[in-house]
Structures are given as C-alpha cells and as structure tokens.
C-alpha cells in the first residue's frame, strides 16, 4: 500500500499551497485520511483529519482557520488547502490512513503512511 503526499514547495509568509494525497493500487473510500507534519528537530505532529465521506473534519489550533481538509469523493484525493502560511507552517507533510472510516487524531491510529512533500516557508 502507498500513499503518495504532493503538492509542496517554497512560499513566502502569507502565501497559499495545496497538497494532494492519493494511494496507488488501492483505494481509501472507506477510510478516514489524516495530514500530519514533521518540522526538523520535532515531533510529527497531528494537522487535520477527515472522514470516509468528508462529512467531517478536525483540525489542530495551530492551523484552524487557516488550513481546510477535503475530498470531493470517497474514493477521490484528499487535500489540504494551506492558505496564510506562515514560517512555523515549515514541515515535511505527511497523510495517512485511518485503521477505521472515521475522523481520528492519534498516530497509532493511522495504518498507512505515504512518504512527505516538503512545505517550506520563507518570511
């Protein structure tokens, strides 16, 4: 199973970026996706999060207001719209997907993991 994170790149403060998660091979319409980060010296850490349908999503503090976690379709890619970024914003990114079709926030909690796109943030 793969999932595959896109969409990164350099910005400056303010700027906007979309990222795109897809699997290859399979698909996850049944499964809640989550966006985590991971900035350098740090701790990967919890973003966003939705559920099997897109009914629902959660977001950290950090980022609420600011990011928006969607899917136009189960078995569609999910994105996550970065808008007002700012240089702590700065992270490998990575998504995932839930062991369940819900909306879940803990790593444990994530089964499958694609490699990161990079979101660099210059101020």
């Known amino acids: 199973v793969q999932l595959q994170a896109s969409g990164g790149g350099l910005v400056q403060a303010g700027g906007s970026l979309r990222l795109s998660c897809a699997a290859s091979r399979w698909t996850f319409s049944n499964n809640g996706v989550g966006w985590f980060r991971q900035a350098p010296g740090k701790e990967r850490e919890f973003v966003a999060a939705?559920?099997?349908?897109?009914?629902?999503?959660y977001y950290s503090d950090s980022v609420k207001g600011r990011f928006t976690i969607s899917r136009d379709r189960p078995k569609g890619p999910v994105y996550l719209q970065m808008n007002s970024l700012k240089s702590e914003d700065t992270a490998v990114y990575y998504c995932?997907?839930?062991?369940?079709?819900?909306?879940?926030?803990?790593?444990?909690?994530?089964?499958?993991w694609g490699q990161g796109t990079l979101v660099t943030v210059s101020s």
């Open positions: 939705i559920n099997w349908n897109g009914g629902s999503t």
């Open positions: 995932a997907a839930a062991r369940s079709s819900f909306l879940v926030t803990s790593r444990d909690q994530y089964k499958d």
